[in-house]
């Protein structure tokens, strides 16, 4: 699963690691939700998953030569929908 995700690649993929959902942006990985690593082999599994995804990430961080000390994360707004 966690093969196809590319790290700040997109403002599109958004993935799933138990009840935890890592959403993928430009500027930032966004993880919300939860994963409970269970004593067992399905606990083995996410654990294996979420580290390859973080492992992802620091490898794309570390490739990024003009990595910026910080990035303003700008609140989101709400916008009146243009099709109601």
Do not use: S, W
């Not at 093969?3 to 599109?12: L, R, T």
């Not at 993929?13 to 990985?29: K, T």
């Amino acid at each position: 699963m966690t093969e196809q995700f590319k790290p700040y690649a997109n403002e599109a993929d958004v993935i799933r690691i138990g009840d935890l959902e890592i959403e993928n942006r430009v500027d930032r990985v966004v993880l919300t939700g939860d994963v409970v690593l269970t004593r067992d082999k399905a606990g083995l599994a996410l654990a294996k998953e979420l580290q390859a995804l973080v492992e992802g990430v620091v490898k794309a961080l570390e490739a990024d030569k003009a990595l910026p000390e910080v990035v303003e994360v700008r609140q989101t707004r709400a916008v009146k929908n243009p099709f109601a």
